[in-house]
């Protein structure tokens, strides 16, 4: 699983080497976020099936998408939003990586979904995350890059 230790740790290993000084920064600002990232993981835990009811009605509402394809959306927006639970408890991409981006795409792609219906959910939750009223500011920091990490890949 990728965190911020071990991406660090495997490329050091990688070039023969032991982790830089650069190396640690990054691996202690991992950490120094860690609070923020635990608030955000909290927040969104609590309201994973809220968002993800809200993203596909908003999108699928507009009637651009075949409505057949609703409960598979809806599925997999929940199980994308599980991940970045995930990534935010292990400070890295990891989980997102191994277990979304790529196996989920084909997926998708097997199934025949619009991908830019899962671009357009993902940008409405980014886009209605409000400071203070959902969680803090780093944490809404942490929980939209995360977003936004997901939302280039699938573009």
């Given at each position: 699983?990728?965190?911020?230790?071990?991406?660090?740790?495997?490329?050091?290993?990688?070039?023969?080497?032991?982790?830089?000084?650069?190396?640690?920064?990054?691996?202690?600002?991992?950490?120094?976020?860690?609070?923020?990232?635990?608030?955000?993981?909290?927040?969104?835990?609590?309201?994973?099936?809220?968002?993800?009811?809200?993203?596909?009605?908003?999108?699928?509402?507009?009637?651009s998408?075949?409505?057949?394809?609703?409960?598979?959306c809806?599925?997999?927006?929940?199980?994308?939003?599980?991940?970045?639970?995930?990534?935010?408890?292990?400070?890295?991409?990891?989980?997102?990586?191994?277990?979304?981006?790529?196996?989920?795409?084909?997926?998708?792609?097997?199934?025949?979904?619009?991908?830019?219906?899962?671009?357009?959910?993902?940008?409405?939750?980014?886009d209605?995350?409000?400071?203070?009223?959902?969680?803090?500011?780093?944490?809404?920091?942490?929980?939209?890059?995360?977003?936004?990490?997901?939302?280039?890949?699938?573009?």
């Amino acid at each position: 699983m990728k965190s911020a230790v071990t991406t660090v740790v495997t490329s050091a290993d990688a070039a023969g080497r032991f982790p830089s000084i650069s190396d640690l920064e990054a691996v202690k600002g991992s950490f120094d976020r860690a609070e923020a990232r635990m608030e955000a993981a909290e927040k969104l835990a609590s309201s994973i099936e809220r968002l993800t009811s809200e993203a596909v009605d908003a999108v699928y509402g507009k009637g651009s998408y075949q409505q057949a394809n609703k409960d598979k959306c809806a599925r997999d927006i929940n199980h994308y939003l599980r991940l970045i639970n995930y990534c935010l408890v292990t400070g890295g991409t990891g989980p997102l990586d191994d277990w979304g981006i790529s196996g989920m795409r084909e997926v998708i792609r097997a199934q025949v979904l619009p991908t830019v219906a899962y671009i357009e959910a993902f940008t409405f939750i980014r886009d209605q995350v409000e400071i203070p009223r959902d969680m803090g500011q780093q944490a809404a920091t942490e929980f939209k890059a995360l977003l936004d990490y997901l939302i280039n890949a699938l573009a």
